[in-house]
């Protein structure tokens, strides 16, 4: 099975900075990453598709990269809205289980 | 715009066999993956498996063995049976539309599942 290990697992930051969440996948899994955005008491959202490609209705300051085992999530301008919970998810439909990372909770500094 | 829903039992006994139904409106079910995801309180997102609308399956081998999957195209809905439960499966429990190319795309809101006698 694909283990996927997200770095940090808390970060601390303010409005305004840029922040980056690391994903590694224990094996090669293509481009086929996605991040959610997750908020207390509501479901994930999709954020990013095929590691970089942003889902319709996400703002620009939000941006993937990555392929193979290693992914970033980047925020370029941290906005009040986004303090949440961050997961990355392997998707690829050759391997599964559809394993997540473990999460990054994005708090205020 | 799809939207799903989960729908089940709020309370089940330990050892008894938790059952949750997913049902999609605002689009069809058919030539997509259905995921079923959970969280404990405070904890990460679990994959628990996936259904293809015609029927073919794919578990989380962590739970392979007290996870049955089905889907009822007829209904637009698919269903999770999870036996033998624990405390342990006390969870959240989300229901997801999978997307081949963009992943999981639409989610259900979530329903809190907990094992207790």
């Given at each position: 099975?694909?283990?996927?290990?997200?770095?940090?697992?808390?970060?601390?930051?303010?409005?305004?900075?840029?922040?980056?969440?690391?994903?590694?996948?224990?094996?090669?899994?293509?481009?086929?990453?996605?991040?959610?955005?997750?908020?207390?008491?509501?479901?994930?959202?999709?954020?990013?598709?095929?590691?970089?490609?942003?889902?319709?209705?996400?703002?620009?300051?939000?941006?993937?990269?990555?392929?193979?085992?290693?992914?970033?999530?980047?925020?370029?301008?941290l906005?009040?809205?986004?303090?949440?919970?961050?997961?990355?998810?392997q998707?690829?439909?050759?391997?599964?289980p559809?394993?997540?990372?473990?999460?990054?909770?994005?708090?205020?500094? | 715009?799809?939207?799903?829903?989960?729908?089940?039992?709020?309370?089940?006994?330990?050892?008894?066999?938790?059952?949750?139904?997913?049902?999609?409106?605002?689009?069809?079910?058919?030539?997509?993956?259905?995921?079923?995801?959970?969280?404990?309180?405070?904890?990460?997102?679990?994959?628990?498996?996936?259904?293809?609308?015609?029927?073919?399956?794919?578990?989380?081998?962590?739970?392979?063995?007290?996870?049955?999957?089905?889907?009822?195209?007829s209904?637009?809905?698919?269903?999770?049976?999870?036996?033998?439960?624990?405390?342990?499966?006390?969870?959240?429990?989300?229901?997801?539309?999978?997307?081949?190319?963009?992943?999981?795309?639409?989610?259900?809101?979530?329903?809190?599942v907990?094992?207790?006698?």
């Open positions: 099975d694909i283990q996927m290990t997200q770095s940090p697992s808390t970060l601390s930051a303010s409005v305004g900075d840029r922040v980056t969440i690391t994903c590694r996948a224990s094996q090669s899994i293509s481009s086929w990453l996605a991040w959610y955005q997750q908020k207390p008491g509501k479901a994930p959202k999709l954020l990013i598709y095929k590691a970089s490609s942003l889902e319709s209705g996400v703002p620009s300051r939000f941006s993937g990269s990555g392929s193979g085992t290693e992914f970033t999530l980047t925020i370029s301008s906005q009040p809205d986004d303090f949440a919970t961050y997961y990355c998810q998707y690829n439909s050759y391997s599964p559809l394993t997540f990372g473990g999460g990054t909770k994005v708090e205020i500094k | 715009q799809v939207q799903l829903q989960e729908s089940g039992p709020g309370l089940v006994k330990p050892s008894e066999t938790l059952s949750l139904t997913c049902t999609v409106s605002g689009g069809s079910i058919s030539s997509y993956y259905w995921s079923w995801i959970r969280q404990p309180a405070g904890k990460g997102l679990e994959w628990i498996g996936r259904i293809y609308t015609s029927g073919s399956t794919n578990y989380n081998p962590s739970l392979k063995s007290r996870v049955t999957m089905s889907v009822d195209t209904k637009n809905q698919f269903s999770l049976k999870l036996s033998s439960v624990t405390a342990a499966d006390t969870a959240v429990y989300y229901c997801a539309r999978v997307d081949s190319s963009r992943g999981s795309d639409y989610w259900g809101q979530g329903t809190l907990t094992v207790s006698s």
